[in-house]
């Protein structure tokens, strides 16, 4: 038994062979992932090193799966592939890194509202949820101003792109979070809901946060 994609209230029954060689499938046919040489002890093993560097709490000693999710709602039957890390060893490490990436992009966004303040434009392409999304349509409509509205569905978007060139453009987008900011490093505190510039947290009171912060630097 497993989820459905986009349903997750229901359940489907799949034929586990038919599951497995699904799975091994894209496994085996997709650039995103390889063959690890490696026992499992030993990629946890380099996890836990690194995070001990860090002071960053190794949680479970254990690496992500990969699951599948029918997809009903296509024309053909199309499957969803998830690798999945809510249980592992770098969860936490994760958890640091979704909140310094979501400093990044309100940043990045703040700088481009205000670079096209006065154009009938915008320099910042991310929604969040669909009130803006219907707030943008309403504006067309209500302008006249649009000749035409598309929209595209990428298939396996992200497992295509090449990490190195990933790495290359998030790296470029993080230092121009800093020079925006003019700052030196971030903080994070240890319950992940606080994300600090070096600038805002010398703007705290003179006694020393009561929560651990990690201090983290740029690429």
Not at 14 to 42: M, V
Not at 93 to 107: E, M, P
Not at 127 to 149: D, P, Q, W
């Amino acid at each position: 038994m497993t989820s459905v994609d986009k349903a997750g209230n229901n359940i489907s029954f799949f034929c586990k062979q038919y599951y497995l060689q699904n799975l091994e499938n894209e496994l085996s046919t997709t650039q995103t992932y390889e063959r690890a040489n490696e026992s499992e002890e030993d990629i946890i093993r380099k996890h836990v090193q690194f995070c001990n560097k860090f002071n960053i709490p190794v949680e479970d000693l254990s690496l992500p799966f990969m699951h599948v999710l029918p997809k009903f709602h296509k024309p053909q039957l199309d499957f969803r592939y998830i690798a999945a890390g809510t249980r592992c060893s770098t969860k936490k490490l994760s958890q640091i890194l979704s909140g310094i990436l979501k400093l990044c992009d309100k940043t990045l966004k703040y700088d481009d509202d205000f670079k096209f303040k006065f154009k009938n434009t915008t320099g910042y392409w991310v929604t969040k949820s669909k009130e803006s999304t219907i707030y943008n349509l309403n504006y067309l409509n209500n302008a006249s101003s649009a000749k035409s509205v598309d929209s595209f569905d990428f298939k396996k978007l992200y497992t295509n792109i090449p990490h190195d060139k990933v790495i290359d453009k998030i790296s470029d987008l993080i230092k121009r979070c800093y020079m925006i900011k003019k700052v030196d490093y971030i903080k994070i505190d240890d319950k992940i809901d606080d994300v600090l510039t070096g600038q805002e947290l010398r703007k705290l009171s003179g006694h020393t946060p009561a929560r651990r912060y990690w201090k983290c630097f740029p690429f």
